[in-house]
C-alpha cells in the first residue's frame, strides 16, 4: 500500500483571503471550517492589506495573536503585517500584508525570478506587479513563520497557492524552504479566459491552440508564463474541473495531478423558521425596491429571476440570458410577470440619490428616465447591458411582461439601496440564471441551490457537467442547457423555455423542484469534496519528500 501522508501545518493564499471579489473568496471561506476541524490553528491563510486605510468587514486584527512573531517579521523582513481571524465560519487565522514596499524591488525581485525559473515579467501591464509583489511577499511572511516557530523537516507543511497572482510566492518557497511542499491551484487559465473572452472560439478548436503564442497574440505574455511555469515546478497542480483540466493539458502543457472540484459549507444557510423569515425579508426588499424604480406595483405572483457574478459580458453568458429575455418577451403564453434582477458589480459613481429619497419617502414619486439601474454608471451609453437593453428594446412599461432591473454594486450589506448582502437578496429568488460560457466551477449556480433556489446553467461550466453531462430539465432542480462556440440563440430559447416552464408550475410543483435542490446541494457539502485535497496535499508532500532525496 503506498504512503499517505497529512500536512501538519497548511498555508493558504489568495489574493482574496478577506477581500470578496470573486468565486474565490467564496471557495476558501466555506472551506475553512473544514479545515479548521482537523488542523486548528495550523491552518493559516494570508491575504492581500488593501484595507490600510480603511476597515475590512472581512478582518479582526487581534494585537496579542503571534505578536513576537508579527516583531520578528517587521524587523527582520521589513515587511508590516496584520495578524488576526478572517470572519467566516471556523474563524480561521489570517495574516493581512502590506506588499507595497515590495514594489521599489520588483525590477530586482523579477530578474531573480528569471534566473531561477525563467518567468518572463518584460511584457507586464496592468495588474501584473501588484499581484506579482503580493506573491512574493507571502512567501516571505511563510518562510519568517517557518524560521520563527524552528519548524523543520519533520513538520509537514503545505503552502497552497491559488490562480496566478500568487505565483511569485511557490517560487520563493521552492528557492528558500525546499522542505516545504507546494501546491498552486488554477481556478481558471489567463490565456484561456482571454480567448473566451476575447470573442475567439475556444472549444472546438481548443487543440488547435498554442497557449505561448496566444499569450503574444493576446498580450498576456507575463501572466501566462508565470501561470505555466508555476504549473510545471510545484510539488503539485491542481484545478477545479474536468473541462478546466483539458484546458490547463492543451495551453499550460500540464495535465492537473488531482481535479479538486468546489463545495459549500451550510453554516452560511439559515434554518427553519429562520430561512422563512430571511426569504420573506428578501423578497420584500426586492419588491419595494422593483416597485419604486419601476413606478407601479408588480402582480401578486410576480416571479423573481437574477443572474450574477464578475461582469463577464461574454464569458459568463450575460449576452445570452439578456437574448434570451427578448425571446421571453414574444411568449404570449406567459403565466407570469417576470422581474429579472441583473446583479453584475460595474463601473458606478454610487447608489442613485433620488432612488434612495424614494425608498425612504414613498411620497416622492422617482422622476427620471432610468427605470433601469439601481445605481449610477459612469457610462450608460458603453455600458455592454445598457446596450443590449436599448438594443432590444427593453422600456420596462407595465404592459412588458418582463422587467429588467440592472443592480451594478457589489451587495455588500452597504450598496445604498438595498443594503443587503448577496446571499440576503439571493435567498428570496424564485430562479436563477448563468449560461456561461467560459466558466471553470460556477460557484453563482451552486449557491443557489444552497439556497433552495433553483438555477439553470450551462455543460460548459464545471458545475453544469458536475450535476449533468445531458442535458437537463429544470425540474430535476438544475437545468443545464448543451453549450458550444456557435449555438448561442439556441442556447437562448431553451432558456426561454425554461423559464417559461417554470413559471407555470402550480405552488406544490415548484416546492418540490426547490426539495430536489436541496438534495443535490447535500452532496455538494466540503464534507464530500475535501478528499480531493486530501489527495493534493498527500502528492506534494510525497514529491517533495523525492525531490529532497534526490538533492541529497
Known amino acids: 500500500m503506498s504512503q499517505t501522508l497529512n500536512p501538519e501545518y497548511i498555508f493558504e493564499t489568495s489574493w482574496e483571503v478577506c477581500n470578496m471579489v470573486g468565486g474565490i473568496y467564496t471557495v476558501l471561506s466555506t472551506r475553512a471550517a473544514t479545515l479548521q476541524q482537523t488542523h486548528s490553528d495550523k491552518l493559516v491563510f494570508i491575504g492581500p492589506d488593501i484595507w490600510i486605510d480603511k476597515h475590512c468587514p472581512y478582518f479582526e486584527e487581534i494585537p496579542e495573536l503571534y505578536k513576537e512573531w508579527k516583531t520578528y517579521t517587521e524587523e527582520t523582513y521589513q515587511l508590516k503585517i496584520r495578524i488576526g481571524r478572517w470572519n467566516i465560519p471556523g474563524k480561521p487565522i489570517a495574516v493581512l500584508v502590506d506588499f507595497m514596499p515590495l514594489m521599489a524591488r520588483k525590477n530586482e525581485i523579477y530578474g531573480r525570478v528569471w534566473e531561477q525559473t525563467g518567468v518572463n515579467s518584460l511584457a507586464a501591464n496592468g495588474d501584473y506587479d501588484e499581484s506579482s509583489m503580493f506573491g512574493y511577499s507571502t512567501g516571505i511572511i511563510i518562510e519568517s513563520y517557518y524560521r520563527f516557530f524552528n519548524l523543520n523537516a519533520e513538520n509537514q507543511v503545505i503552502a497552497h497557492f491559488n490562480e496566478w497572482m500568487t505565483t511569485f510566492g511557490a517560487f520563493y518557497v521552492k528557492d528558500k524552504l525546499p522542505e516545504v511542499a507546494t501546491v498552486f491551484t488554477t481556478h481558471a487559465t489567463s490565456i484561456g479566459r482571454s480567448i473566451a473572452g476575447n470573442h475567439k472560439p475556444l472549444y472546438d478548436y481548443l487543440n488547435e491552440y498554442n497557449g505561448d503564442q496566444m499569450s503574444y497574440e493576446l498580450n498576456m505574455v507575463s501572466k501566462h508564463s508565470t501561470e505555466k511555469i508555476a504549473a510545471h515546478l510545484v510539488d503539485c497542480f491542481t484545478t477545479v474541473s474536468e473541462i478546466t483540466g483539458i484546458e490547463c493539458e492543451q495551453l499550460l502543457d500540464k495535465?492537473?495531478?488531482?481535479?479538486?472540484?468546489?463545495?459549500?459549507?451550510?453554516?452560511?444557510?439559515?434554518?427553519?423558521?429562520?430561512?422563512?423569515t430571511k426569504r420573506t425579508e428578501a423578497r420584500s426588499s426586492l419588491r419595494k425596491v422593483a416597485e419604486t424604480l419601476l413606478g407601479y406595483g408588480l402582480t401578486e405572483n410576480a416571479l423573481f429571476v437574477s443572474t450574477a457574478g464578475r461582469?463577464?459580458?461574454?464569458?459568463?453568458?450575460?449576452?445570452?440570458?439578456?437574448?434570451?429575455?427578448?425571446?421571453?418577451?414574444?411568449?404570449?403564453?406567459?403565466?407570469?410577470?417576470?422581474?429579472?434582477?441583473?446583479?453584475?458589480?460595474?463601473?458606478?459613481?454610487?447608489?442613485?440619490?433620488?432612488?434612495?429619497?424614494?425608498?425612504n419617502h414613498p411620497e416622492n414619486k422617482l422622476q427620471s428616465w432610468n427605470r433601469f439601474t439601481t445605481h449610477e454608471l459612469y457610462d450608460y451609453d458603453y455600458d455592454p447591458v445598457m446596450s443590449a437593453l436599448r438594443w432590444f428594446h427593453f422600456t420596462n412599461n407595465q404592459t412588458n411582461p418582463v422587467k429588467i432591473i440592472f443592480v451594478p454594486s457589489y451587495l455588500n450589506g452597504e450598496d445604498g439601496i438595498f443594503n443587503k448582502s448577496y446571499y440576503d437578496l439571493l435567498i428570496g429568488m424564485d430562479l436563477t440564471v448563468f449560461p456561461s460560457y467560459y466558466e471553470p466551477w460556477g460557484y453563482t449556480p451552486l449557491e443557489s441551490i444552497m439556497f433552495s433556489v433553483p438555477t439553470i446553467t450551462t455543460d460548459l461550466s464545471g458545475f453544469g457537467q458536475w450535476v449533468s453531462h445531458k442535458p437537463h430539465e429544470i425540474e430535476q432542480g438544475v437545468g443545464v442547457i448543451h453549450r458550444s462556440d456557435y449555438n448561442g440563440y439556441e442556447v437562448a430559447t431553451h432558456i426561454a423555455g425554461m423559464i417559461s416552464q417554470f413559471a407555470s408550475l402550480s405552488e406544490d410543483e415548484v416546492k418540490n423542484v426547490r426539495k430536489k435542490t436541496i438534495v443535490l446541494a447535500e452532496k455538494a457539502k466540503w464534507k464530500r469534496f475535501i478528499h480531493y485535497y486530501d489527495k493534493a496535499y498527500n502528492i506534494a508532500l510525497l514529491n517533495k519528500d523525492k525531490r529532497n532525496k534526490i538533492k541529497e
Request: aromatic share 10%.
Open 311 to 359: 461582469y463577464e459580458y461574454k464569458n459568463r453568458g450575460i449576452d445570452t440570458f439578456l437574448e434570451s429575455l427578448k425571446v421571453l418577451t414574444e411568449n404570449t403564453s406567459l403565466e407570469k410577470e417576470i422581474v429579472v434582477f441583473i446583479m453584475v458589480p460595474a463601473h458606478i459613481k454610487g447608489s442613485r440619490i433620488d432612488l434612495a429619497s424614494s425608498l
Open 255 to 276: 495535465k492537473p495531478d488531482v481535479i479538486t472540484p468546489n463545495g459549500w459549507e451550510d453554516g452560511f444557510i439559515p434554518k427553519g423558521k429562520d430561512f422563512v
